[in-house]
């Protein structure tokens, strides 16, 4: 009986063994001298590569840690002494990583007396790293989050801003009605306030078309130094009617840039351009801008815009030029703007296989650079803007008759407004169906097509129209701005394209153009 009770107890000792040396995890002991009792393959390994020392019985655990946390773990086994049971989390720096380890440390009683304790160690590494990924993520979401809202109630404060000049002065006009002089101010307020609210519109379709990866390029040959005659007339303007005109601005031309063209996205390069000036005229009280740029290597070209306002610190200027981010909103003060301006300037150059970056102190100012690789052409473009020596100021259009398709009423109204008194014959209707019968059946010189209509689009009306008669002028007027729109209308067969909010003038030069 007795040898049966102790080939159990060795049986029973066996297996314990078995199970502690093939764990996975840290088993220790030591005795309340710190020395050691026992000590698994797992730690001891562990210990050997963190801390270059070989582990056995007897060895003093304590002693055999590095100084820097040897009083610390000190702590921890006196309080197991103490006949106290805890676990806890431990984090060891390696340098190139760090090791997160749990701890249970439990005190060994004899005869109600403590003479040691016991230790299982857990690597919890991964899950501490996956722990602290969520974390990241979630601070990420909630600093994104915080951002957004932030955006929001800016976008807000930039739309009813404009908006309430543009309704307030609106509801006015019929009271001052035979104050020709106030008449005139307050048109002029709405219309440069409707124009603010474009910008605006115009800003956040731009960040969307350029996130969703649906802006297309249109390279074509330039003149970079018409450009910035172009940019510097028209900021002499902007700055007349910003009350900016104290700021000493100027625009420099480069002279190995004369009688020389380069293959470029002109309409993307002067959205850069504009961007980064008005950036630069609104953080910017009193000094000078200037801008300009140099052909470097042949095939690159380097531009520049140099303010003398705020600056920005050295921590947030990689951050302005991502989306929902702007300096604090003491320093916004007065400044308005959407807060997109350089997140769209950003997406561009990316766009156009160029970088941008920036130099800037607090106070000082800041200047900003962006680069992109160019084909360079001896040959140089002519000058659209030279040749037109004739400005309209006055049109007639007798004997002409235009058919406007529109689906929206106040829309319809406004096109047939500024379009009377011209001697054209105006016909109407906001169906794209009906205009091809009215195309079929009457004589038509031009048609302003809708493309967005109630049955089907004005795309389509086109194709048919333009198979029956192709002579008739179809010019594509639609709220969708875009180059990509412009060239689906050419596509589709029209003559030409105008993108809401159509201006009186540009209607009428392009009626102009293809009526005469």
Not at 75 to 95: S, T, V
Not at 106 to 135: M, R
Not at 167 to 195: H, P, Q, T, V, W
Not at 480 to 502: L, M, N, R, T, V
Request: proline share 2%.
């Amino acid at each position: 009986m007795q040898d049966k009770m102790e080939d159990a107890l060795r049986e029973s000792e066996a297996n314990l063994k078995a199970i502690i040396e093939n764990s996975i995890e840290s088993i220790w002991s030591i005795d309340t001298e710190y020395r050691i009792q026992y000590v698994n393959e797992v730690f001891a390994s562990s210990f050997k590569s963190t801390f270059g020392i070989t582990l056995s019985k007897g060895v003093n655990l304590l002693e055999s840690l590095p100084e820097s946390i040897r009083q610390l773990w000190k702590q921890r086994y006196d309080r197991a002494f103490n006949n106290e049971h805890f676990i806890f989390l431990d984090k060891i720096d390696l340098g190139s990583k760090d090791i997160y380890i749990e701890v249970a440390m439990n005190p060994i009683v004899v005869n109600d007396k403590v003479v040691g304790a016991s230790f299982y160690g857990k690597d919890i590494s991964t899950q501490k790293a996956f722990e602290l990924e969520l974390i990241a993520a979630k601070e990420k979401a909630e600093e994104s989050d915080r951002l957004k809202t932030a955006f929001l109630q800016n976008m807000s404060h930039e739309i009813r801003t404009p908006m309430n000049a543009i309704m307030g002065f609106s509801s006015l006009l019929a009271d001052y009605y035979n104050d020709k002089e106030s008449l005139a101010k307050f048109a002029e307020i709405i219309n440069i306030r409707c124009n603010d609210l474009l910008e605006i519109i115009n800003d956040i379709l731009n960040i969307s078309k350029i996130e969703s990866g649906h802006l297309s390029l249109n390279y074509e040959p330039c003149d970079l130094n018409q450009i910035f005659s172009e940019l510097a007339l028209f900021f002499s303007e902007y700055q007349k009617r910003n009350n900016k005109l104290n700021i000493q601005f100027e625009l420099k031309m480069c002279d190995l840039a004369k009688n020389k063209t380069v293959l470029v996205d002109k309409g993307k390069l002067k959205q850069i351009l504009i961007n980064l000036i008005s950036n630069a005229f609104k953080f910017t009280k009193s000094g000078s801008i200037e801008g300009g740029y140099q052909i470097e290597n042949n095939n690159t070209i380097l531009f520049y815009i140099r303010d003398t306002g705020v600056g920005i610190p050295a921590e947030k200027q990689e951050a302005i030029f991502e989306r929902f981010t702007q300096l604090n909103q003491s320093e916004l003060q007065n400044t308005g703007g959407t807060g997109l301006g350089l997140s769209i300037v950003k997406g561009l150059v990316k766009l156009l296989n160029g970088k941008v970056w920036l130099e800037s102190e607090p106070n000082i100012g800041s200047t900003f650079y962006f680069s992109m690789p160019v084909t360079i052409s001896s040959s140089l473009v002519k000058n659209e803007t030279e040749t037109e020596t004739e400005h309209y100021t006055h049109f007639q259009f007798n004997n002409k008759t235009i058919l406007i398709v529109e689906d929206d009423f106040y829309n319809s109204e406004y096109l047939k407004a500024i379009l009377s008194g011209i001697g054209l014959k105006i016909l109407s209707t906001a169906y794209g169906k009906e205009s091809v019968q009215i195309a079929a059946s009457q004589h038509v010189d031009l048609i302003l097509m809708d493309i967005q209509l109630p049955d089907f689009d004005g795309y389509k009306s086109t194709k048919i129209i333009k198979l029956n008669q192709p002579n008739i002028k179809i010019i594509a007027q639609t709220a969708f701005a875009g180059h990509d729109e412009s060239q689906k209308a050419f596509k589709a067969g029209c003559d030409d394209y105008i993108s809401k909010p159509i201006k009186k003038e540009v209607l009428l030069d392009i009626l102009n153009k293809h009526l005469k």
